[in-house]
């Protein structure tokens, strides 16, 4: 298996590349990548949006994560706001650092890629928290981000025109690592417990 390299990556001209991956990794039709070239590009030009990417060593992009601080007033945030209201944790939207998107390779799957790119990315965030949504079932994404210390915050969540359900997630950073530790010297209280 190919060595492969996470670091910060500039997404926006690579976004089909990323499309690419996206679409195996979660099985995407050519109009729903179409679609989601658009809203990728649209994202990455929000204030505080950063990407990672996992690259092999003659450059292919084999993984990939995008994220941005939370904002209210961002489609997602109105979606998911009710659900989180319904639960008392909307106040997850604040302060918070979006995944927006996470996709390995299925051929890169279950190397511990997707576990990189997610705790690079928010170890840079500045932000004391992290959410995001992911299909609401018992699936190896759902049972990585409960290793990383996510929990689930509203479950049965619809967006509309998918499918399935939507969990929405969220940890306080930094993430946990491999054993259920966080890095030296973090805080290991809750955000709302700081003060």
């Not at 089909?16 to 679409?23: H, S, T």
């Not at 489609?75 to 009710?82: K, L």
């Not at 290793?147 to 399935?164: E, N």
Request: aromatic share 8%; net charge positive; no cysteine.
């Amino acid at each position: 298996m190919e060595d492969v390299v996470v670091q910060p990556i500039d997404l926006a001209p690579r976004v089909d590349e990323a499309l690419a991956v996206q679409a195996l990794a979660f099985g995407l039709g050519e109009d729903e990548v179409r679609v989601r070239h658009h809203i990728v590009l649209r994202h990455l030009a929000t204030p505080g949006a950063r990407a990672y990417g996992a690259t092999t060593a003659t450059g292919r992009l084999v993984g990939f994560v995008y994220g941005m601080p939370n904002d209210r007033s961002q489609w997602w945030s109105t979606v998911v706001e009710p659900y989180l209201r319904s639960t008392g944790t909307q106040g997850w939207l604040d302060d918070s650092f979006a995944i927006t998107e996470l996709h390995v390779h299925p051929d890169h799957q279950a190397r511990g890629i997707g576990r990189e790119l997610i705790t690079a990315i928010t170890d840079t965030s500045g932000q004391p928290r992290s959410i995001l949504s992911a299909i609401d079932t018992e699936s190896p994404a759902r049972r990585l981000y409960r290793s990383l210390g996510y929990t689930d915050l509203a479950r049965r969540v619809r967006f509309p025109s998918a499918a399935r359900p939507f969990a929405v997630m969220g940890a306080p950073l930094p993430l946990l690592r491999p054993g259920g530790k966080r890095p030296e010297g973090t805080d290991f209280r809750r955000p709302a417990d700081r003060g």
